[in-house]
């Protein structure tokens, strides 16, 4: 459990927010930052980052790009959400570590500062059981996956799975670094093996349990 020793509050607001003073008065090493000014330092050894939710936080099927990128940099989590725009399951997938919602009492925000500083995941139990149904299912079909080597060879295994995640044969024979006319052999050795007619057979053939 990794835990942090400074807190940096991103907000293009100057004067001190009440999540400042929330983590002042329990004692945590805050600090409020730009966003803009944020980005454009390297060291991030210790720190833990709380983006405030503004209009530009959220996008169509999730977080915006610039949330996202900052999310790569350093453990980040939002603060001052709104409920209704800031759903907890997807902000866990992306790798948050927690929403404070703008609705929440001052002692609840300190206590979630604090676990949070210590390491933990600020999230709901609902939430967390969820997440954990979600990659149990993950292991159930990585496991189905552990019998497919007896059909198919490696990398005709890799190329299926790069089809069920939607690639064409171009963006196939990039990312494994092979020609289009190996890609289009294997798809055809895979739809022959598996009895597949087409991309849409092939996925549903990949979702069923193989014994």
């Known amino acids: 459990m990794e835990r942090f020793s400074r807190l940096v509050l991103l907000t293009d607001e100057t004067t001190p927010l009440s999540t400042y003073r929330h983590a002042k008065t329990v004692g945590i090493d805050v600090e409020q930052c730009p966003v803009n000014a944020f980005s454009q330092l390297h060291h991030y050894k210790g720190v833990l980052a709380g983006y405030q939710f503004s209009s530009d936080t959220t996008a169509k099927k999730g977080f915006s790009a ?57 999230y709901a139990r609902n939430v967390m059981s969820d997440t954990l149904d979600a990659l149990f299912q993950l292991r159930e079909q990585s496991n189905r996956r552990i019998k497919l080597p007896a059909l198919l060879t490696d990398q005709e295994q890799r190329v299926s799975r790069l089809i069920a995640e939607g690639a064409r044969n171009k963006e196939i024979a990039e990312q494994l670094q092979i020609s289009a006319n190996t890609v289009k052999v294997h798809v055809s050795a895979i739809f022959k093996k598996t009895h597949s007619r087409n991309r849409t057979e092939l996925v549903r053939w990949l979702q069923e349990p193989h014994e």
């Open 66 to 122: 610039r949330l996202l990128s900052i999310s790569r940099q350093v453990p980040l989590f939002v603060f001052h959400a709104e409920r209704q725009l800031v759903d907890p399951n997807r902000a866990i997938f992306a790798g948050l570590r927690g929403v404070i919602y703008s609705d929440e009492q001052a002692e609840m925000i300190k206590r979630a500062l604090q676990s949070m500083m210590a390491g933990q995941l600020y």
